[in-house]
């Protein structure tokens, strides 16, 4: 990150750099690429829309203006990052930064262990299996072989209940598209089995191994894979060693073609467990097949998109999943499956809920292990089958646990740990003795002690309470302000944790500070957070991230001429959102792959989901809040905005680059200043997931060099 004008870092000056003062100088406007401008104008609810760019919706695969467009947006772009002194030192030290062993959690499946390893700078991550805990590692696959640009990505994977098999997805350029292979552990060889067009999908075996349920949709049409609506997905069983033509349609909703359908098989095996959902809300209508007999007809268990629930594990006749019905911070609930038809009024709680929310629960042992999240950190509390509490599980430090995937009977599992300073490190956990051993634990080139993570409490523009993480390195004195990097995402339930990114980690080195603020419309508090800050209350969003910057300004820590923001895919949005309002709080600016215009997103692929945060353009009452603060519509000629560098990606078929095509070539004709406003547009990349190593360097040293130029940060000299 940014340094200011203080003594050059221990860190820089071991590294044998020299460090070059970085000063904000105004030059002429740039001279941005032309744009064509066209007349296309839509009626909605009396109100004239405009939407001169629309044309750069299309496919840049095929339509050659768009790629045109994209070519000379690039060129631009990458002229005026080579003129930052910075740039080069900035990418070699995210390389060192980057290269160390990292591990994921462990699988255990018929007493082999799988996991992925990479070994520092590699594109992309190496399956491996073990047999028994301490067993010879064995490559099992290397995705770094499947393309020459690294941008071919092993996705989700699943051992059979026997460790035999092993299904995996296949994900090429960043799509969200899977391609699912069958591998021979023993061998190490796929088998000729191969599914297409599986998209949002669970991948489970059957206990037997005889196949794995799976979901897709039907196959686009040419011209359409990265941008079609998806709708009518459907669940198939696919026999292994039988063409993808022969396999068993299992359920489908042809009357209701916007529902999802997840299908997952209970730990003993007897059950498919189908959650359907129409958006990303998580409401969900449980759908059960009793699996033991083989004419059984699925049927449902919960009707209705009302309530979340979560598979948690299975004993016996029980069935035990996560919910937020009558429980807005979530509770765990078991349903008697003995007499299927009585089953759904036979549902009682087993852990209730608490003053905390509940973020995820399993079953391990004789133990049921839950994750809560208190002030965005991770607590793990464990509790007996019936729901006894039974006390917590040691954790490393404040930050964030993942895992602990498990059966009951085998006190054996795994979890990661993370904080802002500290990378994933894995440990095992025992439920019989309470014990945690580290499995894998990272050796990196820097000390974590050398940096200070604390949690504050800012109010928002309403009073409400929000939390926010700021970390720096020990020592800064950030009298006067320092160069700081605010980050938010605030939207879809999803809650925003304590994690490492050797990137953030280089910019606290430069002398920066990196702030993470907990703003309304995810799940750090339950229901009410997320509720405050959707649909009608979205603006609370954009209120409490302004909140944020000024909160930060106010304690001395950074001031606006020193301050960036980042935000990726919805956050994108906001980074949108809140420079249009407050252009003035900031200095730099980093909408990643946002969702720019709320008048048309839910016309794209994935995009249609999204109404349960966002609400319908279609309908009068959400399209005027919609229209208020939509990125793309309310660019503010006349005032002074701050330097912008928009990044998106030609195969990001989540949030479809159009968005920020249009968003960028608005802001480039609009009367801002002259500070520049410039699109990076990655090639053979999607909306993050499966990005190389290399890519995401490269990605991050410009991102840095940008906002680095902007507030003031002092930065490693050379090209």
Known sequence: MPRPLFACSPMLLALGMSVATSTVTLAAPLAYPATERTDVAEQQFGETIADPYRWLENDVRVDPRVRAWVTA???????????????????ARLSQLWNYERFG?????????????????QNQSVLFVRKGLDGTPRQLIDPNLWAKDGATALAEWVPAKDGKRLAYAVQDGGTDWRT??????????PL????????????SWAHDGSGIFYSRFSEPRAGEVYQALNENQQVYFHRIGTPQSADRLVYATPDRPKLNHDATVSDDGGWLVIRSSEGTDERYELVLLDLRKPDAKPFVLVRGLDHNWVPVGSQ??????ITNKDAPLQKLVAFDMADPPKAAATMRDIVPQSTSMIDGATMVGDSILVAYLVDAKSEVRRFGLDGTARGK???????????FEGEAGDPETFFSFASFNLPNSIYRYDTDSGKVTPFALPKVAFDPGDYVVEQRFYASKDGTRVPMFVVHKKGLDHRGGAPTLLYAYGGFNLAQRPGFNPANLAW???????????IRGGSEYGEAWHDGGRLAAKQNVFDDFIAAGEYLIAQGITTSDKLAI??????????????????DLFAAALPQVGVMDMLRFDRFTAGRYWVDDYGYPAKEADFRVLRAYSPYHNIDSGRRYPAILTTTADTDDRVVPGHSFKYVAALQAADIGDRPHLARIETRAGHGSGKPTDKLIEEYADMWAFAAKWTGLEMPSGR
């Open 73 to 91: 947006q690039n060129e631009a772009t990458n002229t005026y990052l080579d003129t930052l002194p910075g740039r080069a030192g900035i990418k």
């Open 105 to 121: 959690i462990p699988e255990k499946a018929g007493g082999n262990y799988f996991y992925t390893r990479n070994s520092g700078l």
């Open 180 to 189: 699912i292979r069958i591998l021979d552990v023993a061998t190490g060889e």
């Open 192 to 203: 000729p089995d191969e599914i297409k067009w599986a998209k949002f999908t669970a991948i």
């Open 316 to 321: 016996g006749d029980r069935l035990t999943f």
């Open 393 to 403: 599980v040691p954790l490393p430090g404040i930050g964030t646990a993942q895992g």
């Open 508 to 518: 606290m080195e430069m002398g920066g500070v990196y702030a993470l603020a907990n």
């Open 566 to 583: 980042q935000g990726r895919s919805n956050g994108g949005l906001l980074i949108g959102a809140v420079v249009n309002q407050r252009p």
